[in-house]
């Protein structure tokens, strides 16, 4: 059984940072691209960041260079540190996994809340 489970968020003030988790069973991770999305209040989720199977990553351009992606196949885990945040950030953050070569994200965790507030 495939699960992924995203921990690490939180309330944090603009400016601060968060590193959010997802640990991955039931899958060997290094065949998979993990991608991070969020749910803003109100929105549609949309895409955040992902690591590569390939070991490459994208960002979207609203959180490239504040935010980064990185993996340890290993210890099947996903972080995405997130520095100098700001209000719009605030959402529910989902990590989800897509097999290599296959088109969309085939398993998705239950979400962690991120709230960025003074």
């Known amino acids: 059984q495939v699960r992924l489970v995203e921990s690490g968020g939180g309330l944090v003030q603009p400016g601060g940072s968060l590193s959010l988790s997802c640990v991955v069973s039931?899958?060997?991770?290094?065949?998979?691209?993990v991608g991070w999305f969020r749910q803003r209040p109100g929105k549609e989720r949309e895409f955040v960041a992902s690591g590569h199977w390939n070991g490459g990553t994208t960002y979207t351009d609203s959180v490239r260079g504040r935010f980064t992606i990185s993996r340890d196949n290993d210890k099947k885990t996903v972080t995405l540190q997130m520095n100098a945040l700001e209000p719009v950030d605030t959402a529910v953050y989902f990590c989800?996994?897509?097999?290599?070569?296959?088109?969309?994200?085939?398993?998705w965790g239950q979400g962690t809340q991120v709230t960025v507030s003074s």
């Open positions: 039931g899958l060997t991770l290094n065949r998979y691209t």
């Open positions: 989800a996994a897509q097999r290599a070569f296959s088109a969309g994200y085939n398993y």
